[in-house]
């Protein structure tokens, strides 16, 4: 098979992809399952809770923390579900990415909140990052997975969500903390 042939093979598989996915969202996830507005909730209350409680003194280092865990989750979540580490089987649209709800709002307002929190108190991220990272990705997770939000293949499990979570959690921390450096540099 030559790179044409390859190529038109591959475009073909992604189009019939496609359509196998919006008609199982159309069957399965459409506005009339719970699944539907479950998602839509996850994207709607976190972002209500962020609105009444960020520290708005703080606003641009918290939404740049916020935007850094968004950004490290989504291609990450995007890697695994390529490669069918995980699939979440529900989403709100089928033309977002798999998992948006949680990839692209849930985790980066939590970790949001906690980042400001932290930082603010004078407590210890590293400690509250690991311990949050456990306590989401065990109960999140767990619940998403048993009510089928989230299904798991290849060896994927909890665990690894966790250190998933804690890593992305650190490599945020330590952005933001790189660029508040570079940004009092005189």
């Avoid at 038109?8 to 019939?16: S, V």
């Avoid at 980042?115 to 990272?133: D, E, F, H, M, P």
């Amino acid at each position: 098979m030559n790179e044409q042939e390859l190529y038109h093979k591959i475009f073909e598989q992604k189009e019939q992809l496609e359509y196998l996915l919006k008609e199982h969202w159309q069957l399965f996830s459409n506005m009339g399952t719970w699944f539907f507005w479950f998602n839509l909730v996850t994207i709607i209350t976190p972002l209500i809770i962020l609105y009444f409680t960020v520290d708005r003194k703080r606003l641009f280092e918290v939404a740049f923390y916020g935007y850094s865990t968004h950004l490290l989750w989504l291609n990450t979540d995007m890697v695994l579900t390529a490669n069918n580490y995980f699939n979440h089987p529900h989403s709100i649209s089928y033309i977002l990415p798999e998992g948006v709800s949680v990839t692209a709002v849930l985790f980066p307002v939590i970790f949001m909140l906690l980042y400001q929190y932290c930082t603010n108190n004078g407590k210890n991220y590293y400690l509250y990052a690991i311990v949050s990272s456990a306590i989401f990705a065990f109960g999140f997770g767990y619940f998403a997975e048993s009510v089928d939000l989230l299904r798991m293949h290849k060896g994927m499990n909890l665990f690894y969500l966790t250190i998933i979570d804690i890593a992305i959690s650190l490599i945020a921390f330590w952005v933001t903390k790189l660029f508040l450096f570079i940004k009092n540099q005189r």
